[in-house]
């Protein structure tokens, strides 16, 4: 089965060949650990994790790696502001991102690599582009020479003097040339720092990815995703610090998701559109914003409105309810349907339909229709008067077996008497008395899970159905 993937890098679509057969590397960048994240992060989230998901349905082994930045300017602003160190900081929203991102259906990344755990790494690689002639430093900062790496600009496809200078650092007298970027920034008085061959100080923003790729995935990967918005500069930096080191491909293929837009504008604070993860899976099913997600091919922009969302609800409905009209049909169908062959062939039909969609670039919105397909036949198979549980049963694992490629649950789960959650709630009452707090997470987790949002308040507990 031939999968093919476009690849930002030669911006056509590509067959996708693993270095080794069977298994899959993919490096995604995650998310710098100042602060909740919004709506527009949790969509790489969901988006590489359903390609982790189709390639493990096809039988790869994927070693997913999704990195933590938990030290940069962002996290020293915010410890600042805050009067909190910046590991604490960084511990209590990489803890929240993964509780974010697990309610819509995200699995945990096979590493989850931290900058300031690969410190040794990061600086040993800073150190061996210095010897290479590829960096140099400066009054303590280090910095790529971008001109000595001949082919900078091919992923952004820019010329190199048109690119733009820069990203989260300022174009100084420091550099030898305004395209160098840093690698090693000179600790300022009271920051976070680490010792160096250059003295205190921390590491730049983009040498993290290339240094935990390999350490974590080897000297070429095949699969580096995220964000369109990273793209130029950190991936194009990427490539420049790897390849210059590794002298060798740093990834063969590249992937981007496109934007969010909140009601057609861009999502700011300033606006007042600025969507919190959280938030939203508060407001809504985690699985109907999955969903959504999916509902729109991952390398276009999509909007984000009530609409929208409300339409999505309605389509993820139609598919549950054909799922629960095949069970309680087979509990008294007859067994009498001379047409059966056509119908298991029919469904056989759609799972193909499926299949090739998503091989065409991971094509999930067309994925999802194939989905209103197979719900549209089988209502209609239910109105017959002659039925045959064995169709039933096909067009129900069916059902089953290709939204779970999408990460998306169909089943009804048994909903879970208010009795039962204010138990649920004692036990965890009684779990933080007794300092057991891994149980008290766990049991927040599990109603968390079934769609229960707990409040703690100093009038004590509350909770609400998500």
Not at 193 to 222: F, V
């Given at each position: 089965?031939?999968?093919?993937?476009?690849?930002?890098?030669?911006?056509?679509?590509?067959?996708?060949?693993?270095?080794?057969?069977?298994?899959?590397?993919?490096?995604?960048?995650?998310?710098?650990?100042?602060?909740?994240?919004?709506?527009?992060?949790?969509?790489?989230?969901?988006?590489?994790?359903?390609?982790?998901?189709?390639?493990?349905?096809?039988?790869?082994?994927?070693?997913?790696?999704?990195?933590?930045?938990?030290?940069?300017?962002?996290?020293?602003?915010?410890?600042?502001?805050?009067?909190?160190?910046?590991?604490?900081?960084?511990?209590?929203?990489?803890?929240?991102?993964?509780?974010?991102?697990?309610?819509?259906?995200?699995?945990?990344?096979?590493?989850?690599?931290?900058?300031?755990?690969?410190?040794?790494?990061?600086?040993?690689?800073?150190?061996?582009?210095?010897?290479?002639?590829?960096?140099?430093?400066?009054?303590?900062?280090?910095?790529?020479?971008?001109?000595?790496?001949?082919?900078?600009?091919?992923?952004?496809?820019?010329?190199?003097?048109?690119?733009?200078?820069?990203?989260?650092?300022?174009?100084?007298?420091?550099?030898?040339?305004?395209?160098?970027?840093?690698?090693?920034?000179?600790?300022?008085?009271?920051?976070?720092?680490?010792?160096?061959?250059?003295?205190?100080?921390?590491?730049?923003?983009?040498?993290?990815?290339?240094?935990?790729?390999?350490?974590?995935?080897?000297?070429?990967?095949?699969?580096?995703?995220?964000?369109?918005?990273?793209?130029?500069?950190?991936?194009?930096?990427?490539?420049?610090?790897?390849?210059?080191?590794?002298?060798?491909?740093?990834?063969?293929?590249?992937?981007?998701?496109g934007y969010i837009t909140i009601d057609n504008e861009k999502m700011s604070k300033s606006l007042g559109n600025y969507v919190l993860?959280?938030?939203?899976?508060?407001?809504?099913?985690?699985?109907?914003?999955?969903?959504?997600?999916?509902?729109?091919?991952?390398?276009?922009?999509?909007?984000?409105?009530?609409?929208?969302?409300?339409?999505?609800?309605?389509?993820?409905?139609?598919?549950?309810?054909?799922?629960?009209?095949?069970?309680?049909?087979?509990?008294?169908?007859?067994?009498?349907?001379?047409?059966?062959?056509?119908?298991?062939?029919?469904?056989?039909?759609?799972?193909?339909?499926?299949?090739?969609?998503?091989?065409?670039?991971?094509?999930?919105?067309?994925?999802?229709?194939?989905?209103?397909?197979?719900?549209?036949?089988?209502?209609?198979?239910?109105?017959?008067?002659?039925?045959?549980?064995?169709?039933?049963?096909?067009?129900?694992?069916?059902?089953?077996?290709?939204?779970?490629?999408?990460?998306?649950?169909?089943?009804?789960?048994?909903?879970?008497?208010?009795?039962?959650?204010?138990?649920?709630?004692?036990?965890?009452?009684?779990?933080?008395?007794?300092?057991?707090?891994?149980?008290?997470?766990?049991?927040?987790?599990?109603?968390?899970?079934?769609?229960?949002?707990?409040?703690?308040?100093?009038?004590?507990?509350?909770?609400?159905?998500?």
């Open positions: 089965m031939t999968i093919k993937l476009y690849n930002t890098l030669t911006r056509q679509k590509e067959k996708f060949q693993p270095l080794k057969a069977g298994e899959v590397k993919m490096y995604v960048c995650g998310p710098t650990v100042y602060n909740y994240i919004h709506i527009g992060n949790a969509r790489p989230a969901i988006v590489f994790d359903t390609v982790r998901r189709y390639f493990e349905y096809q039988g790869y082994k994927v070693h997913y790696v999704l990195n933590f930045t938990d030290v940069d300017d962002k996290l020293i602003k915010a410890a600042n502001e805050l009067g909190e160190e910046v590991p604490a900081i960084a511990e209590r929203f990489i803890k929240a991102y993964k509780e974010d991102v697990g309610v819509f259906g995200v699995k945990e990344a096979v590493d989850h690599p931290r900058v300031t755990e690969n410190m040794d790494e990061i600086i040993a690689f800073i150190d061996a582009l210095v010897e290479k002639g590829h960096a140099y430093e400066s009054a303590g900062d280090v910095y790529f020479r971008t001109r000595s790496f001949e082919t900078y600009g091919k992923l952004s496809q820019q010329p190199i003097d048109e690119l733009r200078s820069g990203a989260r650092i300022e174009v100084g007298d420091k550099k030898e040339d305004p395209l160098d970027f840093a690698l090693w920034k000179n600790a300022k008085g009271g920051e976070i720092s680490w010792q160096s061959p250059w003295g205190k100080g921390r590491p730049g923003w983009h040498i993290e990815c290339s240094a935990m790729a390999k350490k974590y995935l080897g000297d070429t990967i095949d699969i580096h995703a995220g964000g369109q918005d990273l793209t130029f500069p950190h991936h194009e930096n990427e490539i420049a610090q790897s390849e210059a080191l590794n002298e060798t491909t740093f990834a063969n293929y590249w992937m981007h998701n993860a959280h938030d939203i899976s508060k407001a809504h099913d985690p699985q109907v914003v999955r969903f959504f997600m999916l509902s729109v091919h991952y390398r276009n922009p999509i909007n984000f409105n009530e609409e929208l969302l409300n339409s999505a609800k309605n389509g993820l409905d139609r598919v549950r309810n054909a799922y629960q009209n095949l069970s309680h049909r087979m509990e008294s169908t007859m067994n009498m349907d001379d047409h059966e062959q056509q119908w298991l062939e029919k469904a056989e039909h759609h799972k193909q339909r499926f299949i090739d969609e998503m091989n065409d670039d991971f094509n999930t919105a067309n994925a999802i229709s194939v989905l209103f397909d197979i719900t549209k036949d089988a209502n209609i198979y239910l109105q017959s008067d002659h039925t045959s549980s064995k169709v039933m049963e096909a067009f129900q694992q069916l059902l089953q077996e290709l939204t779970s490629i999408l990460g998306i649950g169909i089943t009804q789960e048994e909903e879970l008497l208010d009795e039962e959650i204010e138990a649920l709630i004692q036990q965890r009452i009684d779990a933080r008395k007794n300092r057991d707090f891994q149980k008290a997470d766990e049991i927040r987790d599990d109603l968390k899970e079934r769609n229960i949002i707990l409040e703690d308040t100093p009038q004590g507990t509350r909770w609400k159905r998500g």
